[in-house]
Nanobody, 121 residues
Framework: QVRLVESGGGLVQPGGSLRLSCAAS????????WGWYRQATGAERELVAA???????NYADSVKGRFTISRDSAENTVYLQMNSLKPEDTAVYYC???????????????WGQGTQVTVSS
């Protein structure tokens, strides 16, 4: 069974930085795509950043130049470095991964439980 666990959220002042981590564990053969999403109160979940197997990345316009997604393939872990944080970045951040599960013999879409990021003075 595949599981994603996020860490690194918290309260930070505007202009500050946080680094989110998401580790995948279980019956993993390969991780095809990693993504970070966020959902603010009363809003829909939106894609923040993604990295595909070849290493290409894409970002939401609102975070370009401030956020960086990276991964450690050997550890099945993805990171989101968030700099110059703004109050509008406040949201629950979710890790997402497309993983081939060796127990199921299928590529599946998996989500973490979410981690709260609050940017406030």
């Amino acid at each position: 069974q595949v599981r994603l666990v996020e860490s690194g959220g918290g309260l930070v002042q505007p202009g500050g930085s946080l680094r989110l981590s998401c580790a995948a564990s279980g019956s993993i053969f390969t991780v095809n795509t990693w993504g970070w999403y966020r959902q603010a109160t009363g809003a829909e979940r939106e894609l923040v950043a993604a990295i595909i197997n070849g290493g290409s990345t894409n970002y939401a316009d609102s975070v370009k130049g401030r956020f960086t997604i990276s991964r450690d393939s050997a550890e099945n872990t993805v990171y989101l470095q968030m700099n110059s944080l703004k109050p509008e970045d406040t949201a629950v951040y979710y890790c997402n991964a497309e993983i081939f599960d060796t127990e199921l013999g299928l590529m599946g879409d998996y989500w973490g439980q979410g981690t709260q990021v609050t940017v406030s003075s």
